[in-house]
């Protein structure tokens, strides 16, 4: 089934770093949704984006939803050692719920 | 905690075997959905219900089946099983369709080993 593009593919960073990962699909999408996935549990929805160019934040995280709907961004800030996980991005189409995700991206903190 | 509920948490059975696998989901949430996450392939589609209707499917293999039932829980069964079925199985729920409050959140997963 399609996937789509995640990056990086891993990163592994220091305790207070700034995080940057994209997505990026070649169709367009109505909706963009960012989960993290800890070891052995569910995907669990961090943000949730509707409309070409919004930006939301949750705490830490600021994502945005990219203008031409075939991308989307997540930043995290001051990063600490619950943040460690896989995150992936989730795209929706207008009419059909159902989820395409990314590939994810591990993340992964430095002692 | 999502509030969705699944069971078993893990499940360890043969090939060739049946087994089904149990959904509740989040209280009020109308629609439900499977996916298969293994190794190789990351998180797929299989299938969704709304309101005890079939209304999206997915890779779902003809050797797979599922269903919603009147109280919304949702079982999804997996026959003859083959090595490959080894995987983690995610349900989801979300409170509607069309558009509007179709985020979906997901249970803890069940995770099965075909030997």
């Known amino acids: 089934g399609q996937q789509l593009n995640q990056s990086p593919q891993s990163m592994f960073i220091q305790e207070g770093e700034d995080v940057s990962m994209n997505c990026t699909s070649s169709?367009?999408?109505?909706?963009w949704l960012w989960y993290k996935q800890d070891p052995g549990e569910g995907p669990v929805l961090l943000i949730a984006l509707y409309k070409a160019g919004e930006l939301t934040s949750n705490g830490r995280l600021t994502a945005q939803f990219g203008t031409t709907r075939k991308d989307s961004f997540l930043n995290i800030s001051a990063s600490i050692p619950s943040d460690v996980g896989i995150y992936f991005c989730a795209g929706q189409k207008l009419g059909n719920e159902k989820l395409t995700f990314g590939t994810g991206t591990r993340l992964t903190i430095i002692p | 905690d999502s509030g969705v509920t699944q069971t078993p948490k893990h499940l360890i059975t043969a090939t060739g075997q049946r087994v089904t696998l149990r959904c509740s989901p989040r209280?009020?949430?109308?629609?439900v959905y499977w996916y298969q996450q293994s190794l190789d392939q990351g998180l797929q589609f299989l299938i969704q219900?709304?309101?005890?209707?079939?209304?999206a499917k997915g890779n779902i293999l003809e050797r797979f089946s599922a269903q919603q039932f009147p109280d919304l829980h949702s079982e999804l069964n997996l026959s003859s099983l083959e090595l490959g079925d080894s995987a983690l199985y995610f349900c989801?729920?979300?409170?509607?369709?069309?558009?509007?409050?179709?985020?979906?959140?997901f249970g803890q997963g069940t995770r099965l080993t075909v030997v």
């Open positions: 209280s009020g949430d109308l629609s």
């Open positions: 989801a729920s979300s409170p509607s369709i069309g558009g509007l409050n179709t985020e979906a959140f």
């Open positions: 169709s367009i999408f109505n909706t």
């Open positions: 219900y709304y309101n005890g209707e079939e209304r």
